[in-house]
């Protein structure tokens, strides 16, 4: 089993920054792939972006030039930096970890309200 527990949400205004921390522990040796989701109120939950334990990144349309994935693998945390911040980047911010087996876990979310 994979705990995952998201810090670093809070208010921000519009063009500032926030950084969001993932913390993993329990069976981190079995994780593929450590990632990043959002939910609106009302909407459905939209994929920002992931990393590999190799250390490849990919990000969503949406959040590309804005948004950057980052590991550390000795203290098996994951870290979403995000810059420019608009009013549509209000959600909640959930942490996800891709395991073998076939395996997905989630945190708890955390979050992250953005003012015009």
């Known amino acids: 089993q994979v705990k995952l527990v998201e810090s670093g949400g809070g208010l921000v205004q519009a063009g500032g920054s926030l950084r969001l921390s993932c913390a993993a522990s329990?069976?981190?040796?079995?994780?593929?792939?450590m990632g990043w989701y959002r939910q609106a109120p009302g909407k459905q939950r939209e994929f920002i972006g992931m990393v590999t334990t190799a250390g490849f990144t990919s990000y969503a349309d949406s959040v590309k030039g804005r948004f950057t994935i980052s590991r550390n693998n000795a203290e098996n945390t994951v870290s979403l930096q995000m810059n420019d911040l608009k009013p549509e980047d209000t959600a909640v911010y959930y942490c996800?970890?891709?395991?073998?087996?076939?395996?997905?876990?989630w945190g708890q979310g955390t979050q992250v309200t953005v003012s015009p």
């Open positions: 329990g069976s981190i040796f079995s994780i593929k792939a």
């Open positions: 996800n970890a891709d395991s073998n087996p076939r395996m997905r876990y």
